[in-house]
């Protein structure tokens, strides 16, 4: 936890599109890895590897590239008309600090990337 505080303001301060950027990497590795990680999956919760690689792994894939899909098309900072024709008032939608992500044993890489990616492009 210190550390990822102490990572944080760093971690503010990169525009969305860098760690948009880093997911998609992610994504890379994640596909590359694919067989890996079915097998980690399989050794450490116990299903049957075919299911790993058939299921859980695709799972994860699949809520790395939503997460990607949707932080491309959302608008982290957006222009408030007030009224006075002018662009000084803004919303800007940044993450709140550091956080704990607890997951069930059953379906971890569904529960972990679901979680991790859109805390890493928020």
Known sequence: VAAASAALPKWQ?????ERIALVEKLIEVYK?????IAAVTSAEMGAPVGMATSRQVPAGLGNLQSVVNGAKRFEFETAVDNGKNDANHRVVHEGIGVCALITPWNWPL???THKFAAAAAA
Do not use: G, K, L, V
């Open 13 to 17: 301060s990169t525009p969305p599109e």
């Open 32 to 36: 590359a890895r694919a067989a890996d």
């Open 110 to 112: 569904n529960q972990i």
